[in-house]
């Protein structure tokens, strides 16, 4: 277990880096920032050069990888850091400097235990993009096909955990400080990055991920999801089918190529629509670098995308609340809208339903006045972050990584069809979803399933019964186990020792954080 010298001393040089960038400015400024924590920023900062602009995204690639991943993480979350440092932090993409190949080649052969040629007739040695946790390169199997190859960076698990452990110590001091950081749950925001990153570290689970969603994106012939080679997949290797259409960002060649640049942003907001509202399982790193047109049947172009590490899950029941919040706000039914949030615990009881409609109306209202292109989600959003703290409600990172790929997609739909509306494209797709699992019809198959599986269960429930009730001459139930005395091995002094020695370890961390 880490010392918590080592996580202030981690802390204090990774704070250095970030006051030489400026970074650190903006939390220090906020008047909701503790006074501890903002004497402890100053004194990160004390004596360097800041900078006027921030620069956020250079600074987390300054510490490292770990910290390049987690900016990616904040970058979904404006609510804590700002929308400015949001957008810079969008940066953190794919131009990370790239591993030398022969680095790449003896991690690809100690991952399959044999010659990479032995897999694939060639590989270029040049990747086509770099990023924090690994870079692809682009190859050719020896059956003939080419593939895109993604393989793990040297030593980037280790890296990880030292830092994440840093992280969890660090959330788990600035919650314990109160007020709005602890309403804003930071150690619930690193849990989440703890979990995205397990599941990137095992490019296993990446591809698992990217063959459920496949499977699931089955309706959505328009929206392509590659076939993963499970042959040439491991733990630090994912093979997956290379993917040679035009990025969404290059419209020029998307015009040129002769695209339904609309006919594109209608088939991206519906397979969104359908991964998060029907499927409950969405792609949640959906920008223009991670998104291709491909060709289509009956010249109809399709949609193909790529990097399945980030992966957002909801349950029905949160659909279902996300539906019909979408719809109420579409409609302008706020009341409905405010419900919905004090039914799913998103706001504590001791509110007002009726205050927090007309805060939803302030939001809402403003934007069903304007021209329709220029209606927008991420307007929306911005209006929503800015009452969460008047009703104190929590964040929940589930909806919050939804709603950054929401306004991520209306973004790339955006830049296809600038006349295009996420509202007007998301309401029959709403509207129809809604009335398929509210309906009656909905409801009548809900109580039937509902009935046949509580019938399911009665034969052993019966048996369950008859166990612990056995019939006259039957056996006796089995007496219950004793309780176990749990006894300490060891003299007094040397628990003594270990306190005196643990109380002092808390009394210098707590000097170096507070003082």
């Given at each position: 277990?880490t010392?918590?010298?080592?996580?202030?001393?981690?802390?204090?040089?990774?704070?250095?880096?970030?006051?030489?960038?400026?970074?650190?400015?903006?939390?220090?400024r906020?008047?909701?920032?503790?006074?501890?924590?903002?004497?402890?920023?100053?004194?990160?900062?004390?004596?360097?050069?800041?900078?006027k602009v921030?620069?956020y995204?250079?600074?987390?690639?300054?510490?490292?990888?770990?910290?390049?991943?987690?900016?990616?993480?904040?970058?979904?979350?404006?609510?804590?850091?700002?929308?400015?440092?949001?957008?810079?932090?969008?940066?953190?993409?794919?131009?990370?400097?790239?591993?030398?190949?022969?680095t790449?080649?003896?991690s690809?052969?100690?991952?399959?235990?044999?010659?990479?040629?032995?897999l694939?007739?060639?590989?270029?040695?040049?990747?086509?993009?770099?990023?924090?946790i690994?870079?692809?390169?682009?190859?050719?199997?020896?059956?003939?096909?080419?593939?895109?190859?993604?393989?793990?960076?040297?030593?980037?698990?280790?890296?990880?955990?030292?830092?994440?452990?840093?992280?969890?110590?660090?959330?788990?001091?600035?919650?314990?400080m109160?007020?709005?950081?602890?309403?804003?749950?930071?150690?619930?925001?690193?849990?989440?990055?703890?979990?995205w990153?397990?599941?990137e570290?095992?490019?296993?689970?990446?591809?698992?991920?990217?063959?459920?969603?496949?499977?699931?994106?089955?309706?959505?012939?328009?929206?392509?999801?590659?076939?993963?080679?499970?042959?040439?997949?491991?733990?630090?290797?994912?093979?997956?089918?290379?993917?040679?259409?035009?990025?969404?960002?290059?419209?020029?060649?998307?015009?040129?190529?002769?695209?339904d640049?609309?006919?594109l942003?209608?088939?991206?907001?519906?397979?969104?629509?359908?991964?998060?509202?029907?499927?409950?399982?969405?792609?949640?790193?959906?920008?223009?670098?991670?998104?291709?047109?491909?060709?289509?049947a009956n010249?109809?172009?399709?949609?193909?995308a790529?990097?399945?590490?980030?992966?957002?899950?909801?349950?029905?029941?949160?659909r279902?609340?996300?539906?019909?919040?979408?719809?109420?706000?579409?409609?302008?039914?706020?009341?409905?809208?405010?419900?919905?949030?004090?039914?799913?615990?998103?706001?504590?009881?001791?509110?007002?339903?009726?205050e927090?409609?007309?805060?939803?109306r302030?939001?809402?209202?403003?934007?069903?006045?304007l021209?329709?292109?220029?209606?927008?989600?991420?307007?929306?959003?911005d209006?929503?972050?800015?009452?969460?703290?008047?009703?104190?409600?929590?964040?929940?990172?589930?909806?919050?990584l939804?709603?950054k790929?929401?306004?991520?997609?209306?973004?790339?739909?955006?830049?296809l069809?600038?006349?295009?509306?996420?509202?007007?494209?998301a309401?029959?797709?709403?509207?129809?979803?809604?009335?398929?699992?509210?309906?009656?019809?909905?409801?009548?198959?809900?109580?039937?399933?509902?009935d046949?599986?509580?019938?399911?269960?009665?034969p052993?429930?019966?048996?369950?019964?008859?166990?612990?009730?056995?019939?006259?001459?039957?056996?006796?139930?089995?007496?219950?186990l004793?309780?176990?005395?749990?006894?300490?091995?060891?003299?007094?002094?040397r628990?003594?020792?270990?306190?005196?020695f643990?109380?002092?370890?808390?009394?210098?961390?707590?000097?170096?954080v507070?003082?």
């Amino acid at each position: 277990m880490t010392s918590p010298v080592v996580h202030t001393w981690r802390l204090l040089k990774w704070g250095r880096i970030l006051a030489r960038h400026g970074a650190l400015r903006g939390i220090e400024r906020d008047p909701n920032t503790p006074p501890n924590l903002r004497r402890l920023l100053r004194l990160a900062r004390f004596g360097a050069r800041v900078p006027k602009v921030p620069r956020y995204a250079d600074a987390l690639q300054a510490i490292g990888p770990a910290a390049v991943k987690l900016g990616q993480t904040l970058a979904t979350r404006p609510d804590i850091i700002g929308e400015a440092a949001a957008l810079d932090l969008q940066r953190l993409q794919d131009n990370l400097p790239s591993v030398p190949f022969e680095t790449v080649y003896a991690s690809m052969t100690a991952a399959f235990g044999r010659d990479p040629m032995d897999l694939f007739a060639r590989i270029e040695e040049q990747p086509v993009g770099a990023a924090s946790i690994a870079q692809v390169h682009r190859a050719i199997t020896t059956d003939g096909r080419t593939v895109a190859v993604k393989v793990q960076r040297p030593g980037v698990e280790e890296d990880f955990a030292r830092a994440i452990d840093t992280y969890q110590w660090a959330a788990a001091q600035i919650e314990g400080m109160g007020g709005e950081l602890a309403r804003l749950r930071p150690r619930l925001v690193i849990e989440t990055f703890k979990r995205w990153t397990a599941r990137e570290l095992d490019l296993r689970r990446e591809a698992a991920s990217a063959s459920e969603l496949k499977d699931s994106m089955a309706a959505e012939p328009d929206f392509h999801v590659p076939e993963i080679d499970w042959a040439r997949t491991s733990g630090k290797v994912l093979t997956l089918e290379w993917i040679g259409g035009i990025k969404l960002s290059n419209r020029t060649a998307l015009i040129e190529a002769g695209y339904d640049l609309p006919r594109l942003a209608n088939t991206l907001v519906h397979a969104f629509l359908r991964q998060a509202i029907a499927e409950g399982f969405f792609h949640a790193d959906m920008h223009q670098g991670n998104l291709f047109a491909l060709p289509g049947a009956n010249g109809r172009g399709r949609i193909a995308a790529i990097d399945f590490g980030i992966m957002g899950r909801i349950d029905r029941r949160a659909r279902v609340w996300l539906a019909e919040i979408l719809y109420g706000l579409i409609t302008g039914n706020y009341k409905r809208v405010a419900e919905i949030h004090f039914e799913a615990g998103y706001v504590p009881p001791h509110h007002s339903v009726a205050e927090f409609a007309t805060a939803l109306r302030a939001v809402g209202e403003p934007m069903r006045g304007l021209p329709v292109k220029d209606m927008s989600i991420g307007m929306m959003l911005d209006g929503l972050f800015s009452i969460t703290r008047d009703f104190d409600m929590q964040t929940q990172p589930h909806l919050l990584l939804l709603q950054k790929t929401m306004v991520m997609v209306e973004g790339v739909a955006t830049a296809l069809d600038p006349d295009i509306n996420l509202w007007n494209a998301a309401a029959p797709f709403v509207r129809e979803w809604i009335r398929t699992e509210l309906g009656p019809e909905a409801a009548i198959a809900d109580r039937l399933i509902t009935d046949l599986r509580t019938f399911a269960r009665l034969p052993d429930l019966i048996r369950n019964i008859e166990a612990r009730y056995p019939a006259p001459g039957g056996a006796p139930p089995a007496p219950p186990l004793r309780e176990i005395e749990v006894v300490r091995i060891g003299s007094g002094w040397r628990y003594v020792a270990v306190a005196l020695f643990s109380a002092a370890l808390a009394v210098l961390a707590t000097w170096l954080v507070l003082g």
